[in-house]
Each structure stands twice: as structure tokens, then as C-alpha cells.
């Protein structure tokens, strides 16, 4: 019995020890947290990461957070998939360890120290800082900065015991006794709201990370104790260095909800100035100012400002929203609670219980950055866009990306800034901007002026310089469709060799004997041409033959007429001393001779005509079966048009101005207004007749006729719709579109051409009589002329014209088919690359997540390119260009640009003036009216093997009419910032005089 009592003391002894035991180790890791900074510390210490080069073989993205979701984390493998499409590939990104890797998946947030801020940066291509968003825009850079007036209510509210002098090791991401208070409130008030449990590291982790940025259950917020106890542990920092960090890190980063015109807001810095109108530096400045220098109701309204939406967090967008009211009650209440626990002064509390919440409708707007400035930094953001697949700038400048760029920021600064001067008249008078061809005093504002400049590397064709000075964000060297005159002889000069090169590729092999028939079977000039030198000499290497090609003659005579387009036209010559002169093709080029390049063109269309199969007989043979196909094409195609101007007329107008326009198209005859009328409301009865006809006959002239005759005469049934037109000397088409768009409420034109298709073949059966037959070769001819224009556009755009077809008439040989500066470029680009497209770029790398878990540098793969010209081409095209300087319409830049020792270096470009007109011609095709649209001057250059581009002048609208500058205008440009230009020859020439001394 004894030894039974005394084992039962034993077991309760041992038992209390052991409860004394647990509950002082408990009280011990409550006060130190000893054991959790051992395991969270290991734990933090295996969660790592190396950054290395190439691929990672071990990473992970996450899926979810608000944090991770605004700064591109959760697109990354979206973003790689892009990237690599496009010919980036990863040369350095982030390695999991295991640990991490196994972390990770089970939900927990990889540690690592966010960075305050994030955000777009665009780096220039000598690492100059071209562009940088930042995200949130005011944040606290140290904890020193933040004013004890708003750190004290921040922790009273949120985390008391964050600053408490503790031990070192003590875990600040739980407070036990808050916790335990919030699941009572819970446990005994389910469903209310109420004070949280959470500290401010365990909320910063729930808004950045969790799901939507809530706590969706236990298991959440279970994730976020483990996370924010892990990166508390991984921070390095100690003690209360690591408290403040939390502190500091909250404040820059609590979401306060989002507005338009900004989007999400976070950090007060950003929610003082987007949602009350106060500067952040301001606000600091009050609210850590002591004494008189602030008076207390500024401090009181800055202060309560601050507090509501300290409190808001709990909701933003309610509270910042709908439930501006509530917020207003709220912060009233925690005033009064700050005031009695000792937080605020009771003189601050009864100085801000009385001001409202004063509410700015929007960010109050700064001064509008200059489009100028940002113009090649906004083509660098568009690109990105495309290149990632994102949808708005908005959320492109939110990434967490650094972009390297090509662009030499100096350079486009120094550039841009000589643009801007352009239009100061002191500046234009010494840059030599001012003269005959050039401008006049009180014309330099109205113009524009654009400077493109891009680098061969061996790497590809990268941008270096895009400016101009249009303060507007349309981009005039890729946004636009301009006539750039002369520029286009260029294009006609490369086609014109390269039919000359296919020609000589096609028959150099053949025997004399087959050399001489196919001369003698040859039809247009340019094969008769190729095929007697290759008689004369069979051994011809080709490049002899271009350069002889290059000494070919035409004349520059404007007597002739020339059929094209549908009809006949004459051309004249800027210089009316060429119109007497025979020249070579190269003489030509340099002095930019007009119908020298209508005769060019001439001979290339026939070329491409002839290519065309059984194109020959077709004209030839009347009774070929094809004709009929050729003829039906052409009306269709004609139809069309007419169709297309008549729909453009009436489409805008309503059923009484219909009827009114279809009147005042026919002569007051009675016959033919009735027929007119008639023909499109058939159904119309006499008296609606004799009121239309009263309308629009004299008096006298009404009285003299019959409508019931009228009427039955021209009884639409009567005839079929040519014969209609024929009495009402109307076009068909022209009857029986008013007849249907009186007849239809909705209309679309696509589907007015799908059904007026038999009569547009019905309105040209007159051209199938077999009478008809000179029209019908005529009809035939433009089709052959369009197709072989089909052909010529295939040849343009495979060395970058931008537009979907050509003007089909040999006035595209001086630009009526229209061009755009970045395309010519991109020729040059092809001419100095000796025949091979390669892309242009404008980003080298793009650089994610620095300094994170996630971090992924991907860097561009240089492109192969297409060939797409022969050396040959490239070299006789590049050699003529040259010409253009030496001896052309470009010689003030003869001799301009040098290397480093002085020797000049070879520059080579083609000129181009374009004068945009809308013109009016009456009876016997005299111009009764000229308005002009735009005036353009252009160049497009080369200088040396390394840098080419464009410089366009451009005016636009009815001030035009006033201008006269000629491409001698963008020539003299190119001479103006030829200083800025030279220090680049320069580097290059001693960067390859010094790698030649290595090798």
C-alpha cells in the first residue's frame, strides 16, 4: 500500500515537473522564439538559389499573388515562350536548390529581400537610363525617414509589439496573445468582422502572395505564418534592424485600392498624393515637424489623411470607394482611441476631429512630358508589347524588367535637340536651312523633320537614332504612308538589275546557236538587250554586264505619251533642261530624271508581261479562249471601280438627298429624268412622277409635257438595265446602286459588290462584240499591265516595300505608289548588307526579376538573314548610290564624313522630293483645281559599311501649298548633324584600325 502511494507521488511529481517543464520552455519561446530561430533559420538557410549561365536545369514560377501577378513572375514561362519565337534565348537565370524546389510547390513563398520598388527600365545602348518606371512612385528609402507621428499609430493598430526591445531571436511575425484574441472574437462572434490576428509580416505576405491577396483558410494563412517567419530568418538582418525593415517595407507597400488614371495603389506615399492630393515630401515634412513652423490643423489634416488609410487597409476598395462615410467614422473613432492610450496629443485629436476627409477627384496633373523626347523610347515600349504579348503600357511598365536597347541615348539627345532648333530662325539662317529649293523666313515651324539611324553590326542591323520633332505620339517613320517622290526610282533601279541578272542566269549556259534563237524570239527590250551582250560575249561575268547595264541609254523627252493605268498620260522632268538629253541609267540616278524611269519602268512592265504565259498569243490570236476570261476580269474589275466611287458618293446620304443627287447628275431633259427616276423606284406611281419632274423643270417647260405618256415610255420593264442607263445617259452601275440603297436601311459594301456582280458583267457586253476588238486588246492590256505589276510588287516587297500592292501605272516609278521611311531603311540596310535582309532590333536583352528567385536574362540570337539581292546587285546598287553624292542632286555631302585619319569616307544615298496633290480636271482634261495634302523631302543614305538611314522634311495639310523645298532640304539636314554623326566614324575607325593590329 505504501509503495502504491509513494509511485502515485512519484507519477504526479514527475508529471507537475514536467507541466512546470513545458510551460517555462513555452514561456521561454514565447519571449525568445529560440526553437523556431533555430529551425526557421536552418530551414531559411537551405532555400537557396545560384544564378547561372544558360538555361536553369531546376526553377519554378508562381501561379498566384497580387505581387508576383503585377510584376510578371506568373507570365515568365508565357514571356519564354514569346521571347524564344523571336529569337531571344536565356543566357543566365536563377537555380533552385532542392530544397527551395520542394518548398516552393508545397506553398510556400521563396524568400528573398523585395526591392521597395520595381518597375520598366530601358537602357540605352551605353547603359544610360533612356527610361524608368517606378512602382509605387513615393516610398520611405530608409526607416529613419518614416515620422514618428505616423509609425506610432501604425503599430498601436497593427503590430504593438513589433519595436518592443526583445530578444534578438524572437519571431516578430506572430503575436501570440493578438492571435489568440482574434480566434476568440471568431470562436465566439462567427461570421462578424473584428480585429485581426495578423502582425504586419504575415499581412504583407497575404497581399502580396496569397491567392487574390486573402486568407482563404487555414491552410493559407498557415502558408503565410511559415513564409514570413522564413523570410524573417533568411533576411540576415537581426534584432530589431529586422523590425524596422518589416515596418519600413509595410508602409511602401500596403495596397490602398486603385483609381483610373493611375490604376492599383500602393504605399501611402502613393495614397496620400492619388487619393487626397498631398506631396509626399510634403506630408513628411508636416508630419515630422515639431513646434510652430506647421500650424496644428495643417498637421491635424495631413495627419487624419494618413490614419484613414492606415485603417483602409483592412478594405481599400470599399473604404476608398463606396464607403468614404464609414472610413470617416472609423478614422474619427481611432482618433479619439490614439488621444486615450497616449499615441497622438489631445490638442492633434481635437484639431483633426473636426476636418473632414477631403477627397481629390484625380491626381492633380503635372506638367505633359514631350512626345519628342520619348519618341524612340515609346517605339522600344510598342516592340515590347509585341514581343511579350501584353496588351497595355500600363502593365508593361509595372514588370519587373530591365531592357537593354540599342539606342545611342547621347546621340538621339544631341539629334533631337538639332531638330528642335530647326525651327528658330537665327539657327536656320547659319545651319544654311534658308534658300531657293530650301525655305523661307515664317516657314520653319510648320514643318517636321525625322531622323532615322541605324548601325551594321555583327550582330544584325540595330537602331540607333529614331527622332523627330512632331510633339504628337504618331510616328512618322513607321506610322506613316507617304509620297517620297524619287526614292522609288531606287526600287525601280534594283528590279531593272535584277530582271537583267535573271535573264543572264537563265541563258548564260545555252549554246550560240539557242543564244540566237531565243534573241530572235525575244520580245521586250531589257531580255533583247541581256541576250546580245551574252552573244557578244558568252564568258560576260554578270557584274560587268550590271555596270554595262548601268551605261544603257534612255531619253528624258516628255513628247511622248504613254499608255499606263488605264489610260494615256505624259510626264515631265523637275530639271526642263533634260528634256533634250539622252542619258545613261546612272547619269539618270544622279540627277533624279523623271522619264528616264518612266521608260524604265516601261521596259520592266513589258518584261513581266511578257513572263506572263501565252501573253503574246493572247493579243495575237482573236479567237484564243482566253480572252473571253481577260475580258470578264476586266469588267469586274472596272465595274469595281465605278461601283466603289459611285457608293463613296451616296453612301453618307439620306433617301431625299439620294434622290436629289441622281437628279442633278442627269440634264434637266424630261426623258431622261423620267428614265432616271423610274429606273430606281419602279414601283413609284404618276403623281410621284409629275411632283419629282415639276421639281426640276421650268415652269414652262412642265407644262409642255405628258407624264401619263412619260410614264408609260419609260416603263422600266420595258428595258434592261444598259438600256436604262443609255436613255437616263447614266453608268448602269450607277442606276442600280441608288435602286438598292433606297431599297436597303443596312447596307455593307462588301456585299453590295458580291451582288452587283452580273451586272457589272451585264454592263460590259458591249466590249465581247466582235467588232469591238481594238478595245478589247486595249481591255486586255491594262490587265496584262496590272498583272505584271503583281509580279513587280511580289520583287518590291521582298526587299521591304511595306504596302499590300503597287499602283498599277509606270508613275509608281516615281513614287505614286507611295513609301514609308523605315522601310526605305531597311532597303539601305539590304543594299550595305550585300543583298541580305536581316532583321532590324532595338533590344538586346531583356533582364526579369533581378535579384530574385525568378531572375531570367535573355539575350538576342543574331539572325541568319535571307538573301534576297546578289552581291553583284547590291555592289552596282551601292556604287551608283555613291554616285548620287559625288556628282548628284546629294554632292553637298561630298567629301563630308571622314575616319579617324582623316580619309574620306564613301556615303551613298538617293534623294526624293514628293508633292501630294489632290487635283480636279475638267472638259478636255484641263486642271481647274490643285490642293494640296503633303510635301516631302527625303533621303535615304549610307555612310561607309557600317551606318545607314533616312531624314525626311516633311509639311503637311493646306499649308503645303505654300512650299517649295526640294530633297536638297534633308541633304542639308544630314549636313547639320553631321557633328554628332562623326565621333561614332570615328570610334569605329580606330576600334578596327586596333583590332587589325591584334590580328
Known amino acids: 500500500m505504501i509503495n502504491r502511494t509513494r509511485l502515485k507521488k512519484a507519477i504526479l511529481y514527475v508529471a507537475l515537473t514536467t507541466v512546470m517543464v513545458v510551460i517555462s520552455v513555452g514561456i521561454f519561446e514565447y519571449h525568445t522564439s529560440y526553437f523556431q530561430s533555430r529551425y526557421f533559420g536552418k530551414l531559411a538557410a537551405s532555400l537557396d538559389f545560384e544564378i547561372k549561365d544558360g538555361p536553369a536545369e531546376a526553377t519554378w514560377f508562381p501561379s498566384h499573388g497580387p505581387y508576383n501577378i503585377q510584376n510578371g513572375y506568373t507570365r515568365l514561362p508565357e514571356f519564354d515562350k514569346q521571347l524564344q519565337a523571336k529569337g531571344y534565348r536565356i543566357s543566365r537565370q536563377a537555380n533552385f536548390s532542392d530544397r527551395l524546389m520542394q518548398y516552393s510547390r508545397w506553398g510556400g513563398n521563396p524568400p528573398y529581400r523585395e526591392r521597395s520598388q520595381t518597375g520598366l527600365n530601358i537602357l540605352g545602348s551605353n547603359n544610360n537610363a533612356l527610361f524608368s518606371s517606378r512602382e509605387p512612385e513615393n516610398v520611405y528609402s530608409a526607416f529613419k525617414d518614416i515620422p514618428a507621428l505616423l509609425l506610432k499609430p501604425l503599430l498601436f493598430i497593427e503590430n504593438r509589439e513589433l519595436l518592443v526591445d526583445q530578444n534578438p531571436t524572437k519571431n516578430p511575425v506572430v503575436e501570440w496573445d493578438r492571435l489568440a484574441q482574434a480566434a476568440l472574437a471568431r470562436l465566439l462572434h462567427p461570421g462578424e468582422g473584428g480585429p485581426g490576428g495578423s502582425t504586419l509580416a504575415t499581412q504583407m505576405e497575404k497581399y502580396r502572395y496569397s491567392p487574390g491577396g486573402m486568407t482563404a483558410d487555414h491552410n493559407d494563412k498557415l502558408k503565410q505564418i511559415v513564409s514570413a517567419s522564413v523570410r524573417h530568418y533568411h533576411s540576415g538582418l537581426t534584432g530589431r534592424d529586422a523590425r524596422k525593415a518589416i515596418a519600413l517595407s509595410y508602409l511602401n507597400s500596403t495596397p490602398l485600392s486603385g483609381r483610373a488614371g493611375h490604376g492599383e495603389i500602393h504605399g501611402i506615399g502613393d495614397g496620400l498624393k492619388q487619393w487626397y492630393g498631398i506631396d509626399f515630401a510634403y506630408a513628411n515634412h508636416v508630419l515630422a515637424t515639431s513646434g510652430d513652423t506647421v500650424s496644428i490643423e495643417e498637421k491635424a489634416r495631413v495627419f487624419k489623411a494618413a490614419l484613414s488609410l492606415l485603417l483602409s487597409q483592412r478594405r481599400p476598395s470599399f473604404y476608398l470607394l463606396e464607403g468614404r462615410n464609414e472610413l470617416e467614422a472609423l478614422t474619427t473613432s481611432y482618433l479619439r482611441i490614439l488621444s486615450n492610450n497616449g ?39 510598342n516592340e515590347l508589347m509585341t514581343l511579350l504579348g501584353v496588351r497595355s503600357l500600363y502593365t508593361l511598365d509595372r514588370l519587373d524588367l530591365t531592357v537593354q536597347s540599342t539606342i545611342a541615348g547621347d546621340t538621339q539627345v544631341q539629334i533631337a535637340q538639332s531638330l528642335k532648333q530647326a525651327t528658330d530662325l537665327d539657327y536656320a539662317k547659319q545651319s544654311g536651312l534658308l534658300g531657293e529649293k530650301l525655305l523661307r523666313e515664317g516657314q520653319l515651324t510648320a514643318l517636321n523633320y525625322s531622323v532615322l539611324l541605324y548601325e551594321r553590326t555583327a550582330t544584325g542591323n540595330v537602331l540607333r537614332v529614331q527622332t523627330d520633332n512632331l510633339d504628337l505620339p504618331f510616328d512618322m517613320n513607321a506610322g506613316s504612308k507617304l509620297d517620297l517622290g524619287s526614292t522609288a526610282k531606287l526600287r525601280t533601279l534594283i528590279t531593272y538589275l535584277d530582271i537583267i541578272e535573271k535573264v543572264y542566269l537563265k541563258y548564260r549556259e545555252l549554246a550560240p546557236k539557242d543564244l540566237a534563237f531565243a534573241r530572235k524570239v525575244a520580245e521586250d527590250p531589257l531580255r533583247q538587250w541581256t541576250l546580245d551582250r551574252l552573244i557578244a560575249d558568252p564568258d560576260l561575268p554578270l557584274q560587268k554586264l550590271l555596270d554595262a547595264a548601268m551605261l544603257r541609254t534612255y531619253s528624258a523627252s516628255p513628247a511622248e505619251s504613254f499608255f499606263t493605268g488605264g489610260g494615256l498620260h505624259t510626264f515631265s522632268n523637275f530639271d526642263k533642261q533634260d528634256n533634250a538629253r539622252v542619258l545613261t541609267v546612272a547619269e539618270a540616278l544622279n540627277r533624279s530624271v523623271n522619264l528616264v524611269f518612266i521608260r524604265m519602268m516601261r521596259d520592266v512592265t513589258r518584261y513581266y508581261s511578257m513572263e506572263i504565259p501565252g501573253s503574246r498569243e493572247l493579243l495575237l490570236d482573236r479567237t484564243d479562249p482566253r480572252r473571253k476570261d481577260y475580258l470578264s476580269r476586266f469588267a469586274d474589275l472596272e465595274g469595281k471601280i465605278y461601283l466603289n466611287q459611285f457608293y463613296n458618293q451616296y453612301r453618307k446620304l439620306n433617301r431625299q438627298e439620294i434622290i436629289e443627287r441622281l437628279a442633278r447628275r442627269s440634264k434637266p431633259f424630261p426623258g431622261r429624268l423620267t428614265m432616271a427616276y423610274r429606273a430606281v423606284l419602279p414601283d413609284a406611281d404618276e403623281p410621284a412622277l409629275a411632283e419629282f419632274l415639276r421639281a426640276r423643270l421650268t415652269a414652262e417647260a412642265f407644262a409642255k409635257i405628258d407624264v401619263a405618256k412619260l410614264y408609260r415610255q419609260f416603263d422600266p420593264a420595258r428595258f434592261n438595265s444598259n438600256d436604262r442607263a443609255y436613255l437616263a445617259h447614266m453608268h448602269p452601275l450607277e442606276l442600280w446602286l441608288v435602286k438598292y440603297l433606297l431599297e436597303n436601311t443596312s447596307v455593307n459594301y462588301n456585299r453590295i459588290a458580291e ?49 499590300s500592292s503597287l499602283v498599277p501605272s509606270y508613275a509608281t516609278a516615281i513614287g505614286a505608289s507611295a513609301d514609308r521611311p523605315t522601310a ?84 551613298g544615298g538617293k534623294t526624293g522630293t514628293g508633292d501630294h496633290r489632290l487635283k480636279s480636271y475638267g472638259a478636255g482634261g484641263r486642271l481647274i483645281a490643285s490642293e494640296a495634302v503633303n510635301r516631302n523631302a527625303i533621303f535615304t543614305f549610307y555612310i561607309g559599311d557600317r551606318f545607314f538611314g533616312v531624314i525626311l522634311a516633311h509639311v503637311g495639310g493646306s499649308q503645303a501649298n505654300g512650299f517649295e523645298f526640294t530633297s536638297g532640304l534633308a541633304t542639308q539636314l544630314l549636313k547639320i548633324i553631321h557633328p554628332v554623326l562623326q565621333p561614332a566614324l570615328t570610334e569605329n575607325t580606330v576600334e578596327a584600325n586596333s583590332n587589325s593590329a591584334k590580328k
Open 755 to 803: 451582288e452587283s456582280a452580273p451586272l457589272r458583267q451585264d454592263a460590259y457586253t458591249w466590249l465581247t462584240n466582235s467588232r469591238k476588238q481594238r478595245a478589247q486588246d486595249r481591255s486586255i492590256r491594262i490587265l496584262l499591265e496590272r498583272d505584271a505589276f503583281v509580279a513587280i510588287h511580289q520583287q518590291w516587297q521582298r526587299v521591304g516595300f511595306p504596302f
Open 824 to 907: 526605305l531603311a531597311e532597303l539601305m540596310g539590304i543594299i550595305i548588307n550585300d543583298g541580305m535582309r536581316i532583321p532590324f532590333r532595338q533590344i538586346d536583352s531583356l533582364h526579369f526579376a533581378q535579384g530574385t528567385p525568378y531572375e531570367t536574362k535573355y539575350e538576342f540570337t543574331p539572325p541568319i538573314g535571307t538573301r534576297v539581292l546578289s552581291s553583284e546587285v547590291s555592289t552596282t546598287v551601292r556604287n551608283a548610290l555613291a554616285g548620287v553624292v559625288e556628282n548628284g542632286t546629294a554632292r553637298r555631302l561630298k567629301g563630308l564624313f571622314v575616319d579617324a585619319n582623316g580619309t574620306p569616307i564613301q556615303v
Open 343 to 381: 499615441v497622438i496629443s489631445e490638442k492633434l485629436r481635437d484639431a483633426a476631429l473636426p476636418l473632414k476627409l477631403n477627397f481629390v477627384q484625380r491626381e492633380q496633373s503635372t506638367a505633359a512630358t514631350s512626345f519628342i523626347s520619348r519618341k524612340a523610347v515609346n517605339n522600344v515600349r
